[in-house]
C-alpha cells in the first residue's frame, strides 16, 4: 500500500516554477502560468481576475515593460485602464 500512496503523492505535486491555478487576462485563461513569466493581454482595458497563488505585477507596456501600475493579488481581481500585461511573481 505504501507504493500506492507514494505514486499518489507523486501526482499531485506542483512545480516550484509554476504559480498554482488560473490567470484570466481579458478572457483569455493561462493555467497554472510559469514563475517570473510575462503575458500580454492586449491594448488598453486589462481586465485581470487571478485565481492564482501569487500576485502578478501590472505594467503599462507590453512584454513587461513600461512602468508598473499596478499588483493583483492571489485570489483577486482588477481593472487597468492603461494596463497592457502582467507578470507573475514568486
Known sequence: ???????????????????????????????????WSCHTGGALNLIVHNYTNSPVVVYDQPACAGNVIGIVGPASNGFFPRGWSVRVMQ
Do not use: E, I, K
Request: glycine share 14%; charged share 10%; hydrophobic share 45%.
Open 1 to 35: 500500500m505504501l507504493g500506492g500512496s507514494a505514486l499518489l503523492t507523486l501526482g499531485l505535486t506542483q512545480s516550484a516554477n509554476a504559480a498554482v491555478g488560473n490567470l484570466d487576462l481579458n478572457g483569455r485563461v493561462f493555467t497554472d502560468p510559469a514563475r
